[in-house]
Nanobody
Framework: QVQLEESGGGSVQAGGSLRLSCAVS????????MNWYRQAPGKEREFVSS???????RYADSVKGRFTISQGSARNTLYLQMNSLKAEDTAMYYC???????????????WGQGTQVTVSS
């Protein structure tokens, strides 16, 4: 499988900012669509944002206007800039690949291990 490693989580006060990173290794030729998901304690994992191989982005309504997804020039690092953080943004944040070119790529989609974001009010 492709390897994903998140970093950049931490504790911040409401209104603050964090920048999450997700390092992608292996199968980088697959041109995956890249996603951020999050899971708060006692809740289901939910979609946060995505960027496809053409650079098109999508956001959950709850983060629109506050979060920005981007990629490094070689598409081997995924970022999530989070501004104006709220207590309800507290969760474990995961990156995830989707799609890919060809069967091998599609069979090797993966989730990262997650990075914790805690926002205190």
């Amino acid at each position: 499988q492709v390897q994903l490693e998140e970093s950049g989580g931490g504790s911040v006060q409401a209104g603050g900012s964090l920048r999450l990173s997700c390092a992608v290794s292996g199968y980088t030729y697959c041109n995956y669509d890249m996603n951020w998901y999050r899971q708060a304690p006692g809740k289901e994992r939910e979609f946060v944002s995505s960027i496809d191989s053409m650079g098109n982005t999508r956001y959950a309504d709850s983060v629109k206007g506050r979060f920005t997804i981007s990629q490094g020039s070689a598409r081997n690092t995924l970022y999530l800039q989070m501004n104006s953080l709220k207590a309800e943004d507290t969760a474990m944040y995961y990156c995830k690949t989707d799609g890919g070119v060809g069967l091998t790529c599609r069979l090797n989609n993966a989730w990262g291990q997650g990075t914790q974001v805690t926002v205190s009010s």
